[in-house]
């Protein structure tokens, strides 16, 4: 017999749980502060830079709350003086013309100026300045963005490595890309351990974690490509620890898709998580721009997008959200209560120590109770 | 490669099988006392300490059955002289508001003076009583309890361990605290080895086992935590056996959370358990003070309720559901029934022969069955 | 960290696939018979004894076909002369009150002289007259079976082993059993290698393999106890082998419930059975006398009901089931001819050597899939 | 304890995922050319020898297409002079009628003349005429079929294997049967190692791999036989590097059956198929012959249908299907494109490279969210 080519089994969220520690701490004692470069946040949350999640109003708030919230440089913000009449023809959209809408509006060419006004609008609302762009366009705008009082650069595609072949002599290489930089840059997407650890030599201040397991993604059904999030996260964390064993730097990484309840945000940080990163929760917080309506960035891609519009509703405050109180028991609120009180339970001081809980495979949803409560949701 | 975090495979009902046994017995042959300190009881059931489930009356009607019921001593039962009128408003309460309302009734304060009147209660009808109060609450209520003359303490919690850090100097230790209760204390919950045995070292009476795998709790959902039944008991009855090879103290150990059917009630002890402590089932008995509906006890918590209310329906008597006679299939009734037939059937004489059966891992619920019932329901 | 209790993984129909051989062969090439001590069949398949399925008129009819149906000797048809009106009430009743009836029905008293009767009817066919007992009422039964002619005895309860523990002062003993019984004796239902290995050793002439899975049958939500059948039939066909080879005694086993469409007969020969024993099917036969119902001999217990009234239609003729032609491509009809193709398909000349083919673990059930298919029907 | 038969675990599309490389190319860098013989495409996708999907129309568009269409020649084609009344029939038959009017169809004889013809019509639209019989066929029809011109012929049934028993004194003998063909032979299915090293052996120039996954197939359900894409094509990729280490010859693996999106087109490769062929997509473009409906080659089967005719819809192009552009995020259009982008992601210059690309096992469908879409598809 051959040797065949062999899988390793991966898990997503919905495939394990947290076992609790063997002693027990209250809440309150708990300690939850990110750092990135020479900033740091009450609150390891931050929120995606996603046209529907982050304007400049919501970046402030989202400052005041504790957390992060990165601007989307290529899209609506830097395309239209005031994109909300085009923010209402999405949401107005049916289902079947929305992707083709979002193409169309996202063919709208991006202005140096707006990139300037938005960085601007962030900094006089007294928050921290993140944004964000793609590989491609990042050599280009840097010199702008740094000049305008940016203070953390966010470079971001669907998957990012350090290596980028292209019709360019040299192709497009992280560590020159760099060089010209002077504010912190946190770079993503990745999954791997070695396409991570390599990033990291280049001297990024943040890594993104995730590939394909977002709401508001596509890439698992158009391109086969997606790593589960526990995993993804599992295996970036153990290149961060590898990394600042060698090096003594220490990357944070920060999980980013498929985030919904507080259980899942609990179980990144258990995976090995210093923040995590949200769109869909966000989204649907009074506080967004998308009206209940999300979607990803490679959405309107003209010839093969990879996104939908998700509905998700209005329906919380971004204070609720984080800080709840709540009345609800889907772990849809009081995101940062759920946090605490895991680590408690997990006997966690920090989220150092969170990182080591004990996690087991341990499938969640039963078909049987799901379909049940379907049945009654249709009575 | 770097050695990644491991994630052990966990167990729940519906993922396991028993295994008939080599030989078989009579069902009238088999034995299954259980033991808690002093106190024996004729069958290995205990209600769990839930206000839709145990009142005084509920808990007289459990020991003439045979069982053990649990009063909840921190619910609606110290906190109002007749909490009818409270039950009925959550009882017609619409599903979005029944958390609010419960999130409301919890607020009132516990009385001393009720504690008191409920343990005489329930020792005037000739029970043994068993009073349950959460860690925090022990020290100062323990005096209180003995004083009325419970028999048996339950303390509980979503997570208990044997060391809790908390604001005081030295923390909560249940040592300490043991040492100045005289009556048998029976601790939960505690899904793992190592938890389970150290506070078994601290002398506790019994142990209850289960996190998260309750009908009317979400901490899966809403912190992540949870381990399935199966698994758990199994690590648990280890921790047991290894105590007592260790100390010659035989601590029974009582599953609790989950459980539907008299398959379920048999993999429990299969797996390693003494007792089987259930809510919704018994919350569905005319004996209950629910009017059909049960909620966890975490579910009133005003700032991140971590439980539903469940609509279970009234639909059996306490003698029907654990003796029968029944026309149900589906394993709702007769439990002790089937426990002794299934026992018979693994040739176990008793509770002790029945743990070492064998188990198999054999998911039960077909999606394509399920789904065909669900359509059928519906037409 | 101490030893856990292991679980192995155990397989249904719905889990594995058969891989085709290395070479192929014409259906017409193979051959597929069966020998029960002196008996031999044309085709490996059986009829239940079950009375919704088998009566002398079905026997005769399978007979002809070239199976084996077995007749229930403790049930309708040894009851009432005429059992006809009353399968039309259970025909005609709801479901809820269907166990209600049958639990009625059941308590009627066996008559011995239609148990002479029955056999009678079916050898008045021409047919070999094959009738079950439990294992209780066989010693008184036994001699009276044989004196009405029977050719063939079964011996069936839900969990047969060599041994049963009772208030008798040696129980029941199979060897002992036997000692008295001149005509061949097949005996079920066992799962397991070691309790099958003994029950060869008695010297019985044919085993029933399967704990639970039938359609008809709910040990699994009632006590917890069941095998999925392609794990059972490999563990008792390793039995078989085993004992042939110690004794060189060819002990035949029949995979007996849960068995649908030819995929699930080829499953069970691939796995390692002889013949295949199936009840739903059957009854959905023109010549079946449950009038398109069927229940397994379990759901009348007084007590504890295991089994479930199960509608299953009147959809074809015993012949189309077994020999085609058919329209239908869900498998459910030709069964010999899939089972023909099947063994073509493996490059296996007969069953012995089917029973080496190849098979993996291959979840044949799309959820995506059925949901769809479900959501079409209901358009 | 014995040795019990073991069963591997087999993976399918939808139960596995690519992971992104460790560096990152253009798409339009990629290379994906495919050789059959001396005959070379430009993209490496087939069109299935189905009637609902091959026409000589459909074949000539597929060739401008830069990929090759094979025409089914014992099929409608070559039993009408003009199908279309046929086919329209097939398409206005109610769902129980169809299987029955496709058995009645297929009864037609097949002409010799119409073989010729269908061939010179693909010739003379100047593309490749690929061709493709049933094995017991060939001998007969392969004289014709290289005088009238075909390229390539395709010689397929369910299960084809190097020998084959049969009634003649021989059997049908792989090599033998080649040794008169003068023209390219591709050979199919199959999908172990064993097997396709052996066919490969006698000289084939390509071989198909898939055995039970085609969503017009249900080979699982009536002979229980299958094996899940993903692993049959690493097994059969396997079997080509071992025989090209050993000759020198390459021949290329095709995955066959079972592929809906771009997601499943990439898995093919990235598992080591050197081209994907697929019926279902195809038969939804407007080129197709089936009017939206589509049926596997074996349901017409007079005795023992093993196929369903599937309602396919008509949505899309030949050229959209292919190469976009879409706005369809399902992964069900711009398969070329999808393949590229996902090329480029793992950093393959060339399908090689891609064959060596890490994938794990990662069940893509969530129950949840899929019961949640068709919650929603259902208001």
Known sequence: MPQFKQLRRAYGFDDVAIVPGEFTINPELVSMGLEIGPHTFDIPFLASAMDAVVDPTFAIAMHKAGGLAVLNLEGVWTK????????????????????????????APMRDDL??????????????????????????????????????????????TARHESNSIEGLRFDRLLEHIHIPVVVGNTVG??????????????????VGPGAAC??????????????????CAAAR??????TGNYVPIVTDGGIRTGGDVCKCFAAG??????????AGTTEAPGRGYHWGMATPHANLPRGTRVHVGVNTTLQKLLYGPTSRTDGTENL?????????????????????????????????????QFAQANQ
């Open 193 to 210: 351990f070695n396409a991570t650890l390599e990033l990291m030599r280049t001297g990024v201040a943040g890594m993104l974690v995730g």
């Open 273 to 282: 998580a210093d923040a995590v990163m949200m769109g869909s929760p966000f």
């Open 115 to 160: 990139v300037a006004r938005r960085i601007k609008e962030i900094k006089e609302g007294g928050a921290v300045a993140a944004v964000s762009v793609t590989p491609m366009m990042t050599k280009k705008l840097a010199p702008l963005i740094q000049e305008a009082g940016a203070d953390i650069l966010f470079v971001q595609s669907t998957v990012t």
């Open 241 to 246: 620890d590898y990394h600042f064993r060698e």
């Open 336 to 372: 940062v209560g759920a946090l605490r009180t895991c680590m408690g339970v997990c006997g966690a001081h920090n989220l150092r120590e969170f990182q080591q809980a004990e996690m087991i495979v341990a499938p969640a949803i039963k078909t049987e109770g799901k379909i049940y």
């Open 218 to 235: 596509t890439s698992r059904e158009v391109l086969g490509i997606g790593v589960p999030q526990v995993t993804a996260t599992i295996e």
């Open 80 to 107: 239209y003086d005031d994109p909300r009449s085009m923010l209402e023809e999405v949401a107005s959209a049916s289902r079947n013309e929305a992707t083709l809408i979002l193409q169309n509006a996202y063919q």
